[in-house]
């Protein structure tokens, strides 16, 4: 079936670091990928998203590029501040016949920056 | 900014008692959802609908049952809340742009 596999965490970075994290998924056909961001007590946020092969999202500082050779979208900045201290998902859409919306989440990926 | 507000934010409630969890956006999107939350964070699809009147059950078997008679309103109601049923409750809409989801700030719920 369709999934999404992200790193686990937590991941812990001194400021100004670079930040990988891993998003790999499978899927039937061609899925729109994303990158989702819940902050501590709120909801989830998009981040960015892709919609075909190659497509490289990009906000705040964050990039990830739709590699379908290997089906991953993996999520990076090169600089982390403690604002970005936040549980990051990376989700699929589109995937079946009659895109019905659904979104297929990751387990999520927290990110601790320290100062 | 997308706007879609869900009260209330917290709720502590005892054992058998009915409760409803608010949700309403005014952007007009026709799609919309909830997602329970566990404690490690995973989201699960409890349930969705694409309209007025449409309702289906999502990938997580939940004892919530929810209603759309308007569009912008989606409430989820418990009849009788377990402490099984704490955890935090997500919703979210969509619209044209059928892929992207738009959230809530959630309700955290404590079933005592």
């Known amino acids: 079936g369709n999934s999404v596999t992200q790193m686990e965490g937590p991941v812990t970075l001194s400021e100004e670091a670079f930040l990988t994290i891993n998003c790999t998924y499978t899927a039937t056909g061609y899925p729109s990928l994303f990158w989702y961001v819940q902050y501590p007590g709120e909801g989830l946020q998009l981040l960015l998203k892709a919609t075909k092969a190659d497509d490289k999202g990009s906000n705040k500082g964050f990039e990830a590029t739709y590699r379908k050779e290997t089906t991953s979208f993996h999520l990076e900045k090169g600089s982390v501040q403690v604002s970005d201290s936040a549980v990051y998902f990376c989700?699929?859409?589109?995937?079946?016949?009659?895109?019905?919306?659904?979104?297929?989440f990751g387990q999520g990926t927290t990110l601790q920056v320290k100062p | 900014e997308a706007d879609i507000y869900q009260t209330p934010r917290y709720l502590v409630i005892g054992t058998g008692k009915k409760i409803t969890l608010e949700c309403s956006q005014t952007?007009?999107?026709?799609?919309m959802y909830w997602y329970q939350q566990d404690p490690g964070m995973e989201l699960h699809l409890i349930h969705y609908?694409?309209?007025?009147?449409?309702?289906e059950k999502g990938d997580l078997s939940s004892e919530s049952t929810v209603s759309r008679i308007r569009t912008e309103h989606f409430p989820l109601t418990l009849e009788s809340a377990r402490p099984s049923h704490t955890s935090q409750y997500l919703c979210?809409?969509?619209?044209?742009?059928?892929?992207?989801?738009?959230f809530g700030p959630g309700t955290r719920l404590l079933v005592l």
């Open positions: 609908s694409y309209g007025v009147n449409s309702t």
């Open positions: 952007m007009g999107h026709d799609k």
């Open positions: 979210a809409s969509s619209g044209l742009d059928k892929e992207t989801q738009y």
């Open positions: 989700a699929l859409s589109g995937v079946g016949s009659g895109n019905t919306g659904k979104l297929i």
